[in-house]
């Protein structure tokens, strides 16, 4: 392509020296060359390169820019020159204070922010709107919208998109999103950490950060990134893009950011909602499935119902001892089953132990100072000058001292649920459930007979389970002998045979009519005008999880009750 004449009154030198590159004029055969001088790339003021679909714009003193939209930017560019050459004919001094403001605008800013030259931030404002309006239509999920973020106009150049949301009272944050625009990325992160990052975003009045900044955040890639935050009452949160570069961003940029985010905060909420909505669902239906008695959840317009696994189709309507009706038409039915709500027992157990235990352990705590001065002064006393009857007595009060740490420290042992089981003597069961019934039994005469050598053999089983289970009969035998006018007896006997062990409590008091043996082991029968009628339940729930049993026997004599417990051995 030729240049076209200049002007007689110009010199051709006054032109700006351009070079295009060839396929530039191929793409463009009607370039109008009239207002400058095309010259080879070594002698030219400013050289227009095609770079694939983006322009590159070389400058003599070796700056350079780098634009997008390649065919609307070199229209753009050479439109602008022919503008100035309207105006006054297109000098080396002219153009410098032509390229002088493509650089400061262009560069510096609308190449970042993916603009065209010609373009400004306003003029993106209704594709930014139509552009979020589209992807929050499109988007179902946070990781969706979070990816197709990355393709509103001015984060085209961005390589990820990500979220770090903390639900209120959750124990940890959650960083997901997109990173290298398709890689996938989930993590979560410490409250405290989210705390510091997140008040770090909303103090800060650039908002434009490094990662090198939030080391503790672990943020899946390093370089500069932007963010905003987020607050609702049912959650906080921090959006984040990055370049995967450490430029520094532009003020329009920032804005741009944070108007887009504001733009779609609506669309935020309504996908946390939707998605930890579905999550407590899911946890909910867990809860309910695994729930220790029989229920029904009922739908009274369909009829449909949710049933968990402990119903069974043998289960009719005048089981159910609870009932409510909730929110909407659904309705809530419990059933009452002898054979599995001792499931609901065990629970309670559990609660009942575990609670005794957090007392037991306040109460070592509180005692062991006071008895730790009271020994400590009574060693100091024996060794002062004092008469034998004096050291006697501090040597009597040590011991008591010794004991009452002991005891102590056994319950609180005792009262504590082990994580796994540990070979227990039978020898020490018995004495443990002795110690604890002492004080409902003290007139109450008792015999232990260990036949066979039975004393040592060793029980694979939680110590706390056995104790409990003896300890509930012989508390049940010295309330049921307290009134009698004879001596109250109680015998405890220790046998083996195979692989199970026998252990036999029986008393001399009233015993159990004929009628009522049946009903001893059913929820809340009972015998006592105060009792809960748990306690045989629980003790031989508790048997049967051990592998054992716990059953009445008849008394030959007619007199007393004689209940039996087996184990198994290790």
């Known amino acids: 392509m030729e240049n076209r004449s200049h002007p007689s009154n110009q010199e051709t030198s006054e032109y700006v020296k351009l070079f295009i590159d060839p396929q530039i004029l191929l793409d463009f055969d009607s370039l109008d060359t009239a207002f400058f001088t095309l010259t080879p790339a070594s002698e030219a003021k400013v050289s227009l390169l095609k770079r694939g679909d983006r322009l590159w714009v070389n400058f003599a003193d070796g700056e350079h820019c780098d634009f997008p939209y390649y065919l609307k930017n070199i229209r753009t560019l050479l439109d602008g020159m022919r503008l100035d050459h309207s105006i006054k004919a297109i000098t080396t001094e ?20 993916s603009l065209s030259p010609g373009e400004n931030v306003k003029d993106l404002w209704d594709e930014i709107i139509k552009k979020v309006n589209l992807i929050s239509s499109e988007s179902h999920s946070l990781r969706s919208l979070m990816e197709k973020l990355l393709d509103v106009p001015f984060l085209q150049k961005f390589e990820s998109s990500l979220i770090v949301l903390h639900l209120k009272g959750q124990t940890k944050a959650e960083l997901l999103g997109i990173i290298w625009r398709s890689e996938k ?50 959650y906080s949160m ?22 887009c985010i504001d733009l779609l905060q609506p669309h935020f909420e309504r996908l946390i909602d939707q998605e930890f909505s579905d999550k407590r669902i899911s946890e909910l239906r867990v809860c309910l499935k695994d729930f220790p008695l029989p229920l029904r959840i009922k739908d009274g317009v369909t009829g ?22 909730v929110q909407g038409p659904f309705t809530i039915d419990l059933y009452d089953s002898d054979e599995l709500r001792h499931y609901a027992f065990d629970l309670f157990h559990f609660q009942r132990i575990s609670l005794l235990g957090e007392l037991l352990n306040t109460l070592r705590h509180e005692l062991s100072n006071p008895l730790f001065g009271l020994k400590l002064g009574s060693q100091l006393f024996s060794m002062m000058d004092v008469n034998s009857d004096s050291k006697e007595l501090m040597h009597e009060i040590e011991k008591n001292i010794n004991r009452c740490q002991v005891i102590i420290e056994n319950f609180s042992n005792l009262y504590q649920v082990q994580s796994e089981n540990k070979p227990v003597s039978i ?98 029968f009972t015998t006592k005008p105060q009792g809960t009628g748990l306690g045989l339940v629980l003790s031989r729930n508790l048997a049967l999880k051990m592998g054992g049993n716990l059953e009445y026997l008849v008394n030959n004599s007619d007199k007393g009750a004689h209940f039996r417990l087996t184990l198994p051995k290790t």
């Open 94 to 113: 002219a153009f410098d204070g032509f390229i002088k403001t493509t650089q400061g605008i262009e560069k510096k800013v609308f190449s970042r922010v």
């Open 185 to 234: 990325t989930q993590s979560l992160i410490e409250v405290k950490d989210f705390n510091s990052f997140f008040n770090s975003i909303k103090k800060s009045k650039i908002k434009s950060f490094s990662s090198e900044t939030f080391s503790k955040m672990n943020l899946p890639f390093n370089g500069s990134f932007l963010a905003k935050e987020i607050m609702s009452k049912k």
């Open 238 to 259: 921090v959006a984040i893009v990055s370049r995967h570069d450490f430029l520094n961003y532009s003020k329009d940029e920032v804005e741009l950011f944070e108007t």
């Open 304 to 325: 449909a119902s949710f049933l968990n696994d402990l119903y069974t189709s043998e289960l009719q309507d005048k089981d159910i001892f609870f009932n409510k009706k």
């Open 427 to 524: 020898k020490k069961i018995i004495d443990e459930a002795i110690v604890l019934s002492k004080s409902e039994g003290r007139e109450v005469r008792k015999s232990i007979v260990f036949q066979n050598n039975t004393q040592e053999v060793l029980l694979d089983v939680p110590l706390i389970f056995v104790v409990q289970i003896i300890f509930n009969l012989i508390v049940n035998a010295a309330q049921a002998m307290k009134a009698q006018p004879q001596p109250q007896e109680l015998k405890l006997i220790i046998d083996a045979e195979d692989q199970m062990v026998h252990i036999d409590i029986i008393d001399n008091g009233p015993g159990i009519s004929q009628d009522k043996i049946s009903q001893l082991f059913k929820p809340f």
